[in-house]
């Protein structure tokens, strides 16, 4: 079992920068990757972002791309969401999920293992 804490997320204006934190604990060498999604009120969760075990490997959604940046602490077993350039449309709860996955599905949420509780973020205009 693999258990994911987040943190970080609350209220801030258009514009601003908020950083989310993921901490993972248990049996962590069984996910290959770590991912960020999200889920805005009566929609279904989408993919954010995700980096693998090594850090040398990301990639973005569409929406979010030059804006987020994810990154990781091996040592500390958190990943980390940089968020920049705020927009009432980034406003949902935060989802951190592990798994061991083929790179060309981690989109899918189906394909995660674990998942943490979430933290919201919510960006006023």
């Known amino acids: 079992q693999v258990q994911l804490v987040e943190s970080g997320g609350g209220l801030v204006q258009a514009g601003g920068s908020l950083r989310l934190s993921c901490a993972a604990s248990g049996r962590t060498r069984r996910s290959n990757v770590l991912a960020w999604f999200r889920q805005a009120p009566g929609k279904e969760r989408e993919f954010v972002a995700v980096?693998?075990?090594?850090?040398?490997?990301?990639t973005y959604a569409d929406s979010v791309k030059g804006r987020f940046t994810i990154s990781r602490d091996n040592v500390k077993n958190t990943v980390y969401l940089q968020m920049n350039s705020l927009k009432p449309e980034d406003t949902a709860v935060y989802y951190c999920?592990?798994?061991?996955?083929?790179?060309?599905?981690?989109?899918?949420?189906?394909?995660?293992?674990?998942w943490g509780q979430g933290t919201q973020v919510t960006v006023s205009s």
């Open positions: 980096i693998d075990r090594s850090g040398d490997s990301t």
């Open positions: 999920a592990a798994g061991s996955i083929y790179w060309m599905a981690v989109h899918s949420t189906s394909e995660y293992d674990y």
